[in-house]
């Protein structure tokens, strides 16, 4: 399967502009998990912006009710 970039590009709302991941969502995805963290698209845009993207902040926002599907 091919990686539609740009399609990626318009709904990833990580603020780090320099990313070289940006749209390439497998890429991105091992990126974080190596440093134990989940990427930007998990993490609602205000919370984003913080740059926490420890497991331990994701968890807060489930047990706050703050993560539901979008």
Do not use: W
Not at 41 to 49: D, H, L, S
Request: charged share 25%.
């Amino acid at each position: 399967m091919e990686c539609d970039i740009q399609a990626n590009k318009l709904v990833c709302n990580c603020t780090y502009e320099p990313c070289a991941r940006k749209g390439k969502c497998c890429q991105c995805i091992a990126y974080h998990l190596e440093y134990n963290e989940p990427p930007a698209c998990v993490f609602p845009p205000e919370t984003e912006k913080t740059y926490d993207r420890s497991f331990a902040r994701f968890a807060e926002l489930v047990d706050q009710g703050k993560l539901t599907g979008r």
